[in-house]
Nanobody, 127 residues
Framework: QVQLVESGGGLVQAGGSLRLSCAASGRTFTIYAMGWFRQAPGKEREFVAA????????YYADSVKGRFTISRDNAKNTVYLQMNSLKPEDTAVYYC????????????????????WGQGTQVTVSS
């Protein structure tokens, strides 16, 4: 099992920045990829960004490309999401996820590729 704990959410004005963190514990050696998803009120959960845990390769949703950066610190078993130029439409609960299975050619952009989820952290962007 892997446990994930997110932190760093909060209230920020449009144009501002926030950095989310996700600390993993437990059987972290089984992690192949980690990702961030978000869910706005009344909407389905959507993919934001993913990172290959060993190689560090990344993939982003078009809506955040150029504004958000996903990174990881393997020594700390932590993944980060740096969010810049935030917009009101970025308001959502942000969830961290970890996947333990290798899928050839996958960008890990779908929820069913992940096995473990954090509890979520609220991000609110005011206009």
């Amino acid at each position: 099992q892997v446990q994930l704990v997110e932190s760093g959410g909060g209230l920020v004005q449009a144009g501002g920045s926030l950095r989310l963190s996700c600390a993993a514990s437990g059987r972290t050696f089984t992690i192949y990829a980690m990702g961030w998803f978000r869910q706005a009120p009344g909407k389905e959960r959507e993919f934001v960004a993913a990172i290959n845990w060993s190689r560090g390769s990344t993939y982003y949703a078009d809506s955040v490309k150029g504004r958000f950066t996903i990174s990881r610190d393997n020594a700390k078993n932590t993944v980060y999401l740096q969010m810049n130029s935030l917009k009101p439409e970025d308001t959502a609960v942000y969830y961290c996820a970890a996947g333990r299975t290798y899928y050839s050619g996958s960008y890990y952009s779908t929820q069913n590729e992940y096995n473990y989820w954090g509890q979520g952290t609220q991000v609110t962007v005011s206009s």
